[in-house]
């Protein structure tokens, strides 16, 4: 979860210490010469970079707990987030968490192709993140197509407000 896009909410964790299970990584800020580039004047922080930055750090954080430890996922939902997953909508943490983990596959390795992100709302922090990419379940051998998508809002940091879930099939 982040506070906002410059920020972890856990201030204990800076950007490239480890990440203890069930927390997403710190973005990292991407920071641009003050205007003059006069020396002692603070770097300018660029909003569309750390939108990008949010999304990248927040996909891989995602991704690599779904495919080691689904339940992990807990924290990153609150009681108002809700999910559809390949047309099931689910709403609050407990029927997200529950649907995560239960998903018929003991083994799941996502390749991701495509990250986009947006800032979603007008006045608030929020962003709209979009997934492509490809999935292995168990000891299948051709990946599957899917494309998922993500809205992060800020309620005392960051958290999955929407979630869609899709199999692309041919």
Do not use: C
């Not at 906002?4 to 990440?19: E, S």
């Not at 968490?97 to 799941?108: A, H, I, N, R």
Request: hydrophobic share 40%; net charge negative; glycine share 6%.
């Amino acid at each position: 979860m982040y506070n906002n896009p410059n920020q972890y909410v856990n201030n204990n964790i800076q950007p490239g210490q480890a990440v203890p299970p069930g927390h997403a990584a710190p973005p990292a800020q991407v920071a641009q010469p003050a205007q003059g580039g006069q020396p002692g004047q603070e770097a300018q922080v660029d909003p569309v970079a750390a939108i990008n930055n949010i999304a990248k750090e927040f996909v891989n954080f995602y991704y690599q707990t779904f495919d080691s430890k689904r339940e992990n996922l807990k924290d990153l939902y609150r009681p108002m987030s809700t999910m559809n997953w390949e047309g099931t909508r689910l709403a609050g943490t407990e029927a997200i968490v529950e649907k995560l983990t239960s998903l018929p596959f003991t083994k799941v390795a996502h390749k991701i192709t495509t990250t986009d992100a947006l800032q979603s709302l007008p006045n608030v922090p929020a962003v709209v993140i979009m997934v492509t990419g490809q999935l292995l379940v168990d000891d299948e051998t051709k990946p599957q197509q899917f494309s998922q998508t993500f809205q992060l809002v800020n309620d005392n940091g960051f958290f999955i407000f929407n979630e869609i879930f899709r199999l692309n099939y041919a």
